[in-house]
């Protein structure tokens, strides 16, 4: 089993709708959880950033832990077609360098 | 645009040969990860540099090698190629050691190995 598990999709939804992404975790000493956004042919971006539990919001993202069920997502309200891009989880343990772990990123078109 | 830049963007080449991608971190970013990424392992971590020492290590193969120069841009050397190397290599860099939200990630280099 992958330490962090992301389905690849890709996931299709039309203009507007709300999009959930998820991912689950087995390592309970993760403290930290990013979100990042690849576009086709580009480096991944960091969206946002959790740490530990709880609900984080920036403008039409927002992103909640729960560390419980060591189960993260992403939901994406009103969203546009240029919203199209592969959206990795990631998350990494205090202590030492921090490196994250990455899912394996899913896949999510929005269609006008 | 991250700041980071990466060199070059593609790379074709045959098995057994040995290849060098060059990062630049950002302005003030003493830290530089390598990173792979493939379509079946997803963003694999490879290495972190940080001011001119090796600081982490992952999944780091050892036909692979890396350094962090004076003037902090970065190389990584693979060597030995095989079919199973092709894929992105980012780089990425951040002002201190964290490799958590930190991360500033470069364009990449797609390597295709033949």
């Known amino acids: 089993q992958k330490e962090v598990e992301q389905d690849p999709g890709p996931l299709s939804v039309p203009e507007g709708a709300i999009v959930s992404l998820n991912c689950t975790y087995s390592?309970?000493?993760?403290?930290?959880f990013m979100w990042y956004r690849q576009y086709s042919r580009k480096g991944p971006e960091l969206l946002m950033y959790t740490y530990s539990s709880g609900n984080k919001e920036d403008g039409r993202f927002t992103a909640q832990v729960d560390k419980s069920s060591k189960y993260i997502s992403l939901f994406i309200r009103d969203s546009q077609p240029s919203d199209s891009a592969t959206y990795l989880c990631a998350m990494s343990a205090s202590g030492g360098s921090y490196i994250p772990t990455f899912g394996r990123g899913t896949s999510l078109i929005v269609h006008p | 645009d991250s700041g980071v830049t990466q060199t070059p963007k593609h790379l074709i080449t045959a098995t057994g040969q040995r290849v060098t991608l060059r990062c630049s971190p950002r302005s003030g970013d003493l830290s530089v990860y390598w990173y792979q990424q493939s379509l079946d392992q997803g963003l694999q971590f490879l290495i972190q540099y940080y001011n001119g020492e090796e600081r982490a290590k992952g999944n780091i193969l050892e036909r692979f090698s890396a350094q962090q120069f004076p003037d902090l841009h970065s190389e990584l050397n693979l060597s030995s190629l095989e079919l199973g190397d092709s894929a992105l290599y980012f780089c990425a860099s951040s002002v201190g050691t964290s490799g958590t939200y930190t991360q500033y990630f470069g364009p990449g280099t797609r390597l295709t190995v033949l």
């Open positions: 390592n309970s000493a993760f403290q930290y």
